[in-house]
């Protein structure tokens, strides 16, 4: 069935991504290459104030991993932003943007002992932890640091559910909690309910984790810092609840699973900061046909899973697709430029294209800000990497 599409003076931006008009404004004057990654830095400010308001009193420390930027960086030093760092070379990237060391985290799980005297020697004193060997390197190497249990959070409901790899159970937590509290280092705990969360709840079971967790450790008494990961989500097609949702969920959590405990407080977003920020233009580099298959018209961009659209691996992350191109629209296969097989983007549900569109024609993905310039590859099949734009 075909539908109607917008004309090319009026192109539909998807709701929640109008704020990226600084991306739009760029996109449309830029004459270079695609694709290409326009970012809106005021955006990514209104993001981190917003949620410094959602969450009164709570430190963000920034996963940098989701767009390491040095504009972005610059931008959240400026703003009191702490820092989320997954090695050693994110933590010296962030110290030469003026982060200082103690609103550094040291959030990866898994490091070499080498590491972790690194960081302590650069002044780090918060790592994430979720096993006893890995404990002994915080004992060896970063003497007075805090150490912060990583629990295994449920993530059912989230685009990217992160509930295998990292994080532990309660009765090891709490047993790592107490050896590091009679070692002498600071403690507190931490979790992370996925990535692009889409159910405010899921911060409540975690928080119920925490509480048990501090509560058969033993460690009730001391002060403990609370880092409540990330999870908050950018707006993509499929829909998500606005922030105040989330704080309110979070706030209640705290209240009714926390009350008593004295609590410093942390947060590391990623994508909710940078995602609504980027808008990425791609162009098309073919329309075909496949005769017999369920949605037979392929279209063809030039940026996939190996220019920075990794997420869109299995579908689980639907960036919204515009385009200034008019006329009714039917259903299209997505797929990026490599011969690999694996670089299609939407198949398993179509995206509503114009039928007009063809080779050189523009499209644009919206909430592209985050996990796609730190995951596009250096020049797979002989494509040129993403280019960013600061807009």
Same mark, same amino acid.
């Given at each position: 069935?075909?539908?109607?599409?917008?004309?090319?003076?009026?192109?539909?931006?998807?709701? *929640?991504?109008?704020?990226?008009?600084?991306?739009?404004?760029?996109?449309?004057?830029?004459?270079?290459?695609?694709?290409?990654?326009?970012?809106?830095?005021?955006?990514?400010?209104?993001?981190?104030?917003?949620?410094?308001?959602?969450?009164?009193?709570?430190?963000?420390?920034?996963?940098?991993?989701?767009?390491?930027?040095?504009?972005?960086?610059?931008?959240?030093?400026?703003?009191?932003?702490?820092?989320?760092?997954?090695?050693?070379?994110?933590?010296?990237?962030?110290?030469?943007? *003026?982060?200082?060391?103690?609103?550094?985290?040291?959030?990866?799980?898994?490091?070499?002992?080498?590491?972790?005297?690194?960081?302590?020697?650069?002044?780090?004193?918060?790592?994430?932890?979720?096993?006893?060997?890995?404990?002994?390197?915080?004992?060896?190497?970063?003497?007075?640091?805090?150490?912060?249990? %990583?629990?295994?959070?449920?993530?059912?409901?989230?685009?990217?559910?992160?509930?295998?790899?990292?994080?532990?159970?309660?009765?090891?937590?709490?047993?790592?909690?107490?050896?590091?509290?009679?070692?002498?280092?600071?403690?507190?705990?931490?979790?992370?309910?996925?990535?692009?969360?889409?159910?405010?709840?899921?911060?409540?079971?975690?928080?119920?984790?925490?509480?048990?967790?501090?509560?058969?450790?033993?460690?009730?008494?001391?002060?403990?810092?609370?880092?409540?990961?990330? *999870?908050?989500?950018?707006?993509?097609?499929?829909?998500?609840?606005?922030?105040?949702?989330?704080?309110?969920?979070?706030?209640?959590?705290?209240?009714?699973?926390?009350?008593?405990?004295?609590?410093?407080?942390?947060?590391?977003?990623? %994508?909710?900061?940078?995602?609504?920020?980027?808008?990425?233009?791609?162009?098309?580099?073919?329309?075909?046909?496949?005769?017999?298959?369920?949605?037979?018209?392929?279209?063809?961009?030039?940026?996939?899973?190996?220019?920075?659209?990794?997420?869109?691996?299995?579908?689980?992350?639907?960036?919204?697709?515009?385009?200034?191109?008019?006329?009714?629209?039917?259903?299209?296969?997505?797929?990026?430029?490599?011969?690999?097989?694996?670089?299609?983007?939407?198949?398993?549900?179509?995206?509503?294209?114009?039928?007009?569109?063809?080779?050189?024609?523009?499209?644009?993905?919206?909430?592209?800000?985050?996990?796609?310039?730190?995951?596009?590859?250096? *020049?797979?099949?002989?494509?040129?990497?993403?280019?960013?734009?600061?807009?």
């Amino acid at each position: 069935m075909l539908k109607q599409c917008g004309s090319d003076e009026n192109e539909h931006v998807p709701p *929640g991504n109008a704020l990226a008009t600084g991306a739009l404004d760029f996109l449309d004057a830029d004459t270079g290459r695609t694709p290409v990654l326009a970012l809106d830095l005021g955006v990514v400010a209104d993001r981190y104030r917003a949620l410094v308001s959602a969450l009164p009193g709570t430190q963000v420390f920034y996963a940098m991993k989701a767009n390491p930027h040095p504009a972005v960086l610059d931008l959240l030093s400026s703003l009191g932003c702490g820092i989320d760092a997954a090695s050693t070379n994110e933590i010296d990237q962030a110290l030469a943007h *003026g982060i200082a060391p103690e609103l550094i985290s040291y959030g990866n799980t898994v490091r070499r002992g080498s590491e972790v005297a690194h960081a302590t020697a650069a002044g780090i004193r918060l790592f994430a932890v979720d096993d006893q060997s890995e404990l002994d390197k915080l004992i060896d190497h970063a003497p007075g640091a805090a150490a912060l249990v %990583r629990l295994n959070a449920e993530g059912s409901a989230a685009a990217w559910p992160l509930s295998r790899k990292f994080g532990t159970d309660v009765a090891t937590a709490a047993s790592i909690l107490r050896r590091a509290a009679d070692a002498g280092l600071g403690v507190g705990a931490t979790f992370h309910v996925g990535s692009q969360q889409s159910d405010p709840a899921s911060w409540d079971h975690a928080l119920e984790q925490v509480a048990e967790t501090v509560d058969l450790a033993g460690v009730a008494d001391r002060p403990l810092v609370l880092n409540l990961g990330g *999870g908050l989500p950018s707006t993509l097609a499929d829909p998500t609840p606005a922030l105040d949702a989330f704080a309110d969920a979070i706030l209640r959590g705290i209240d009714a699973r926390l009350d008593g405990l004295d609590l410093t407080f942390a947060i590391e977003p990623g %994508r909710f900061l940078v995602g609504d920020a980027g808008v990425i233009e791609a162009e098309v580099i073919g329309v075909v046909e496949r005769p017999g298959q369920e949605c037979s018209r392929w279209v063809f961009v030039d940026v996939g899973l190996f220019q920075g659209l990794s997420e869109a691996s299995g579908e689980t992350i639907r960036y919204p697709l515009t385009t200034k191109v008019a006329g009714p629209t039917a259903p299209a296969v997505v797929a990026g430029p490599t011969c690999d097989s694996t670089d299609i983007l939407y198949e398993l549900r179509p995206v509503d294209l114009p039928v007009a569109l063809t080779s050189g024609d523009r499209i644009r993905l919206h909430g592209a800000g985050a996990y796609t310039v730190s995951c596009s590859s250096l *020049g797979f099949n002989g494509f040129e990497p993403l280019r960013v734009e600061i807009a």
